[in-house]
């Protein structure tokens, strides 16, 4: 029973260009989140997800992030014209709603921008 | 503005002792409230989790103790291993919200052999 899977797990990408991060939720699990983490910190809500819904986007930058759960293949978060302060590690968890509110965890993308 | 703290950074206990972790928030909107456990370089891991009906739910080492009134919460894990040793975060929800979690900043446990 595979777990949330992300990929890639490490990216480097330099000033200006596009990251894209990809999540697969555990089989079963309809809702995805995703959270940043930036160095001694907590990890930060970004944005909740349902096929091909976007449920709650109040942690998301205004300008340059998007994501999307399409209705077949991962999720994705995308990052246009990254700048240093993108460096972080993001977070995806899924759960199966239907009341259940614990989150599964992802091993997460840390992101480097040089 | 932290709605949910963890107020020490770190906790240091040795094996067989109780190691007791801390929370507290200040949104009484939160109603059902979690804890994870991270490694470095991976991703958290759930522990253990209470509505805010109970003020206790215990699952095996660990037990959660929640106290509405003065909006905090502990976690309990007796006896402590080796491998407890981590970083241990507090995370709160609303339930009938958007289920996002609000995290605290994290406490590291490390527990001596």
Partial sequence: NAGVMQNPRHLVRRRGQEARLRCSPMKGHSHVYWYRQLPEEGLKFMVYLQKENIIDESGMPKERFSAEFPKEGPSILRIQQVVRGDSAAYFCASSPGRGRFEQYFGPGTRLTVT | DQQVKQNSPSLSVQEGRISILNCDYTNSMFDYFLWYKKYPAEGPTFLISISSIKDKNEDGRFTVFLNKS????????????????????????????????????????????
């Fill in chain 2, 70 to 113: 003065a909006k905090h919460l502990s976690l309990h894990i007796v006896p402590s291993q080796p491998g407890d040793s981590a970083v241990y975060f507090c995370a709160a929800t609303l339930q009938g919200g958007s289920e996002k979690l609000v995290f605290g900043k994290g406490t590291k446990l490390t527990v001596n052999p």
